[in-house]
């Protein structure tokens, strides 16, 4: 909906006001007026039909409603004072539809007292109003999750966009919008995407009113296929007058869809659907309050990530000493990175928290040259074909007491993670639902990661603890990384993701608390080296040897 606005806002700029005039293969068009003025009566007639063109009118069978004595522009018609009106209908298709067949919505809107039928002597071309759309949307086809071991068992559904054969759905809702608009158009001046929709009554120069089938609150959740079993159809059909700046969003939105189908391809069009879904749930079923609060934080939490990550990669570039560093716990990092990553994309994640773990895992795939010293021996090959790659740790990580705390507190934890890992992995598969083996692989080392995961944290804990010190830590990067956990846990409530994911940032939470206790224990020590592998002292000494140079030079300069 944001992006609709900032689209409309910017069509509009552009746009500018409409000229008194445009020019258009010699002629000259004024500005037109709507067909129907407001106050103007009319019937409306609602057609099902499997042809994209209803041929026959005397099938009374396709006439699903119709509805006589509607006012144009009228805002208190309805039961309900508030213009909406609704119908209810059971649609049973046929064998051709339940074999992937198209079903077509046909919408007429005529003046009082004509027909939409062109055999009827009351038919007028130029009073008919049209408008066309197909009901039946092809979607993959949905994948049953499974206990892996007692594949018998009723679990629920999820879909699965990568693969599965493609099958007609059907949704039970769709809103008819009428547009109330009494502007001034300009045939031949009608800015795009607007253009698309505005149509001119050649005898009168007037444009048609302006007819909207709207679905944009159509969740993908709430499409089923159609097949023997879920006939027959149900379709509730609501007909409501919007304005025009309202149908303006609706159409920037369903442009926008259309233009990611046609540059990415329909799977990717199907996966900006999903990520859409999350974007209404959040309008739909958040409180405006809290929503208010979201948007705004969104802003602050893509500036801290870019900062987060800025800082991060100047922290590990400038580094000079390793003392008081977990290096064992960067490589767990790759390997936690990655497992994410693949998650994520297992689970059909919107698409910021793609984004941002992809860069994570780039970053901690970097730092592994800045831990240990990396050679290629081109002469030692695999296979006679790939090149050896050998590492060891750098002087300033063996020469230090760190590596024998690193070593230390690994062979602990490993102690601990091992057993709680083969039983989280038997209690995954006997006890959880996947959609394969693949997916159980990765939702359980996920799901171990962040059960457990906070505990491959300790060993920088326990790093801390000994050195007592935590002036080598990288405190700015992981202020950032830390208020960016707090707006997480307001998305966790907002934004769909995966139940694990929200769990991992309310984990991150009780792990930073730690870090800063041991900030306030830990006390500032002149004689502790920082994140760049110097103290202050060091710096003063520095600075002080510095400024008794610059003082010689200048006396020198005195006296010559």
Avoid at 210 to 215: A, I, P, S, T
Avoid at 323 to 351: A, P, W
């Amino acid at each position: 909906m944001i992006r609709a606005l900032i689209i409309y806002f910017i069509t509009s700029f552009f746009r500018g006001p409409q000229s008194s005039t445009t020019n258009v293969g010699g002629e000259t068009h004024k500005p037109s007026t709507n067909l129907f003025s407001n106050g103007t009566v009319m019937d409306m007639y609602v057609y099902i039909s499997e042809d994209d063109f209803i041929s026959d009118f005397n099938k009374n069978h396709s006439l699903v409603w119709f509805e006589e004595g509607l006012v144009y522009g009228d805002w208190y018609g309805g039961p309900n004072g508030d213009g909406v009106l609704s119908m209810n209908i059971e649609y049973d298709p046929s064998e051709n539809v339940i074999k992937n067949g198209t079903v077509y919505l046909h919408v007429y809107f005529v003046k009082s007292g004509y027909s939409p039928d062109p055999q009827k002597s009351r038919y007028s071309r130029k009073y008919t109003v049209y408008k066309q759309k197909v009901l039946t949307k092809y979607k993959r086809r949905v994948q049953k999750l499974q206990r892996l071991l007692m594949s018998s068992s009723e679990v629920p559904e999820t879909p699965q966009p990568s693969a599965g054969e493609i099958m007609s759905h059907w949704h039970p809702n769709l809103t008819i919008n009428i547009v109330n608009d009494q502007t001034h158009w300009v045939q031949g001046g009608v800015p795009p995407p607007l253009d698309e929709f505005v149509q001119f009554e050649p005898t009168t120069g007037k444009y048609y009113p302006l007819v909207y089938l709207n679905d944009y609150w159509n969740l993908q959740r709430d499409y089923h296929p159609i097949n023997d079993t879920t006939r027959p159809l149900n379709l509730m059909l609501t007909y409501q007058p919007i304005s025009l700046f309202r149908w303006q969003l609706y159409t920037a939105q369903s442009m926008r869809s259309r233009w990611t189908s046609s540059l990415l391809g329909d799977s990717a069009g199907e996966e900006t659907d999903e990520e859409q879904d999350s974007i209404k749930e959040a309008f739909i079923e958040t409180n405006p309050y809290l929503l208010g609060i979201t948007i705004a934080v969104s802003i602050l939490h893509t500036i801290f990530e870019l900062l987060a990550f800025k800082n991060d990669i100047q922290f590990w570039k400038n580094r000079r000493s390793l003392e008081g560093l977990s290096v064992r716990s960067v490589f767990f990092n790759v390997f936690q990175s990655l497992i994410v990553l693949l998650y994520v994309l297992d689970n059909e994640t919107n698409t910021l928290v793609r984004i941002s773990v992809f860069i994570g895992l780039i970053i901690d795939i970097w730092k592994i040259h800045k831990v240990v010293n990396i050679e290629i021996n081109r002469e030692e090959k695999f296979f006679g074909i790939f090149p050896r790659i050998r590492y060891s740790d750098k002087g300033s990580y063996v020469d230090s007491s760190t590596k024998v705390y690193d070593t230390m507190a690994f062979k602990y934890l490993s102690w601990l993670l091992f057993p709680l890992l083969i039983g989280y992995s038997v209690y995954s598969l006997l006890y959880m639902e996947h959609k394969g083996w693949y997916s159980w692989v990765l939702s359980m080392l996920y799901g171990f990661l962040l059960t457990f995961g906070f505990i491959m944290m300790t060993p920088q804990l326990f790093i801390n603890y000994k050195l007592k010190s935590v002036a080598h830590m990288p405190w700015r990067m992981m202020t950032y990384k830390a208020l960016n956990t707090f707006i997480d846990d307001i998305f966790a409530f907002v934004i769909k993701m995966p139940t694990m994911y929200r769990l991992g940032c309310f984990r991150d939470d009780i792990v930073f608390f730690i870090f800063l206790y041991q900030r306030w224990v830990y006390q500032v020590d002149p004689k502790r080296v920082n994140e760049f592998g110097t103290s202050a002292e060091m710096e003063q000494e520095l600075n002080s040897d510095v400024k008794s140079i610059q003082e010689k030079d200048s006396s020198e300069k005195k006296n010559d």
